[in-house]
């Protein structure tokens, strides 16, 4: 099934990717930006069995323009595959941008308690944690006009002192880390000769800095790092001083993931506050309410789609999501003035990114 918008701008296929993929022509897409399968079995999901495969990259390098970018999301375990992957149908690595973020949930087993478990010996509560589960949010000043920060407490876990001597020589010690960041690959299409001969002949192979600069008219160089504002994430940055450099002018233009953009290059200012280093790269979590109620387990927040979209599709432009999932992307590129293809195999998945759609009035 293919769904056209009524002036053709944007198509969502359900279908297999790697079929829909054969039936474009040569040379047809400015830029691939998506969120792929990381290949671990996520909920138990079986579309993400395998990151995707040689065949499919090379088809979705057979679609770019000479010189169109690929953005594509990946899990710390196999970002090594999913590059190697990209690189081995004909991409260009020219970069990794990771999303940070501080409301990971530690998948770690507690060894001191699996050995008491496997002894049958039972532990003795001795109080609850100070810690806990929930969700933090921290939007900081200067970047979306807002300086807020909320934080929902969860259940305090349960202390348990060890049983056994083995279990108490183990205390502590665990098997995993606090997921905190997605890796996104980023490749490019190559192509003969300069890149200032390919972008004048297909408008393709350069990122879109001055549309993408970061801070509150700071005009700071858009770097390989974004963060959701998390209160864990913003204190892992220094304290800044305020920048000197305002006779240069400021930039007019939208609010948007970094704060202003859109402005006249010419005169971008780095006038700033001070404060934290974290200002600079800001994009949250997305949540509940931009989920739209979607069913898919992965939504990305829509800013950061638009971003990672104007960072490298010219507006006009083709943008394609070979694993369009809830729809992100394929919003992020109609409101970034972009042509969009998406497709997904997932009937459920294809239904929320209709009604994604609909509730922002693109169809």
Known sequence: MTLYHKDKSTEIHNGDCLEVLRSLPDCSVDACVTDPPYGLAFMGKK????????ELWHEVLR???PGGHLLAFAGTRTQHRMAVRIEDAGFEIRDMIAWVYGSGFPKSLDVSKAIDKAAGAEREVIGESARHVGKKTQRLEGLNGTSTFAETPGMGAMLTAPATEAAKQWAGWGTALKPA?????????????????????HGTGAMNVDGCRVGDESGRFPANLIHDGSEEVVGLFPETAPAKMADRGKGKGETGTYGVYGGDPGVRGHDDAGGSAARFFYCAKADAAERR????????????MRYLVRLVCPAGGVVLDPFAGSGTTIEAARLEHC???????EAEYCADILERLRQGVLF
């Open 47 to 54: 579309w993400d069995y395998d990151v995707p495969g040689v």
């Open 293 to 304: 109620n979607s069913k898919h387990p992965t939504v990305k927040p829509v800013a950061l």
């Open 63 to 65: 679609v770019l323009k």
């Open 339 to 345: 042509r969009a293809i998406g497709i997904e195999r």
């Open 181 to 201: 960041l997605e890796p996104i690959t980023v490749a490019r299409k190559p192509f003969p000769g300069t890149v200032a001969e390919n972008v004048l002949e």
